[in-house]
């Protein structure tokens, strides 16, 4: 499939421009017609009985579960579905034997769902270091080489930061995790709609993703295990192999993982939306992404009275741009974009409120982000609209 060709999927396309991908993107037509056939054609519980129609829909939620672990190159792991990042990431805070003096090291560059999970740990006498970036939000790894020491459990980092879209050498770090005998969590939210990712070239031990941010539905996500070494979060239903009225056993693979019903229109959603971007291809849509970030910069940090958050880092990015405006509320920008010119973007602390405060934001700030649907000449009226907002405060 061709790139160019996609827009006609996306029918909100025609009435609006759409830049807030990064918070949920939209979804094309194959998706949810995918959807749309398990409830008209074979709608049953998965895993439960032998009549014709839960068969069906049991290889179609299984096929689905394979097909989102080869789109991250996970064929030697586990892979669990789970609702979103978010509960894939409590799942291994929560499933870990920590003992007290254990240690997590993370960023600040995280969202909340990578940062709250470590902190509450604090309460079981687990020690949380946070490395923090520099003024830009450039984080050095040799800051965060030197927090991660003997003794250090696991290092739990974002793989493209949410907030300024910059993508972390998650490789290097994995060099680092494995040289002193810590285990690696990658919060793969934002790049896994964006990048190529293989999961056993990367190096870690944990990847979790949203499918709601790659063009699939809501609450869907997945947790990707090297080994299901974890304790599940939830026990009942299908997660079970033999129950006695003493005791139980669970079941030998990640359906350990999926306690009760799981979504089943949306896992198998949430596979064709992999689908439909590997038809594309990833390094198209990193490309693409790349090419409308670099013309947001550019375009942004041209106009007077415009603030463009990390622009002097370097490194890849994925197609998120945050900025402010001198005199306005990012809130205020944001409306105004929208009932000026159908530009339909974040704006706040996306939550990232400890990093926002780091860089002197307290009210956050406007965040565009992209995806394959976007198109050059919806990024320069964006430009042009911001343009005309910082003029009339200046």
């Given amino acids: 499939m061709r790139l160019e060709d996609c827009r006609a999927d996306f029918p909100l396309t025609r009435d609006l421009i759409y830049l807030d991908s990064a918070a949920t993107s939209l979804t094309p037509k194959p998706v949810i017609q995918a959807m749309v056939g398990y409830d008209l054609r074979y709608r049953a519980n998965v895993g439960r009985g032998v009549h014709r129609l839960t068969t069906i829909a049991t290889h179609r939620y299984r096929d689905a579960r394979d097909s989102i672990r080869s789109f991250i190159g996970g064929e030697g792991g586990a892979i669990a579905i789970t609702r979103n990042t978010t509960e894939a990431i409590g799942m291994v805070a929560a499933g870990l034997p ?118 699939g539905p809501t609450g869907t996500g997945a947790l990707w295990m090297r080994e299901p070494d974890i304790e599940p979060l939830l026990v009942g239903g299908g997660s079970i192999a033999n129950v006695t009225a003493d005791d139980y056993t669970l079941a030998p693979d990640e359906g350990r993982y999926e306690a009760g019903t799981p979504p089943v229109a949306g896992t198998i959603g949430f596979a064709r939306a992999a689908a439909y971007l590997r038809e594309i291809g990833m390094e198209t849509v990193h490309r693409h992404d790349e090419r409308l970030s670099a013309r947001l910069i550019e375009g942004l940090s041209e106009v007077e009275g415009v603030r463009v958050l990390g622009a002097e880092v370097e490194g890849e990015r994925i197609g998120v741009v945050s900025f402010t405006v001198d005199g306005l509320h990012p809130h205020e920008v944001a409306q105004i974009l929208d009932e000026a010119a159908a530009v339909l973007v974040r704006s706040g602390h996306h939550c990232s409120q400890p990093l926002m405060e780091h860089l002197g934001l307290p009210e956050g700030t406007v965040r565009a982000s992209t995806h394959i649907y976007n198109t050059e000449e919806e990024i320069d009226t964006m430009i042009a609209t911001v343009e005309e907002i910082a003029r009339r405060v200046a």
């Avoid at 930061?161 to 995790?177: F, R, Y």
């Avoid at 790049?191 to 999961?199: C, E, I, R």
């Avoid at 056993?200 to 990847?207: I, N, Q, T």
């Fill in 98 to 215: 920590w003992k007290q003096g254990d240690r997590v090291v993370t960023t600040l560059l995280e969202h909340h769902s990578n940062l709250l999970p470590w902190l509450r740990l604090r309460k079981r006498g687990v020690e949380v270091d946070i490395v923090r970036p520099d003024a830009e939000g450039s984080l050095e790894i040799a800051d965060l080489e030197a927090a991660v020491r003997d003794g250090t459990r696991l290092v739990a980092i974002t793989h493209a930061s949410n907030v300024l879209g910059t993508v972390i050498p998650v490789d290097e770090i994995a060099a680092i995790c494995h040289d002193h005998g810590a285990r690696l969590l990658v919060d793969g939210a934002q790049s896994a709609p964006h990048l190529p990712v293989d999961v056993s070239r990367m190096g870690c031990d944990y990847f979790c993703f949203s499918g709601h941010k790659m063009l």
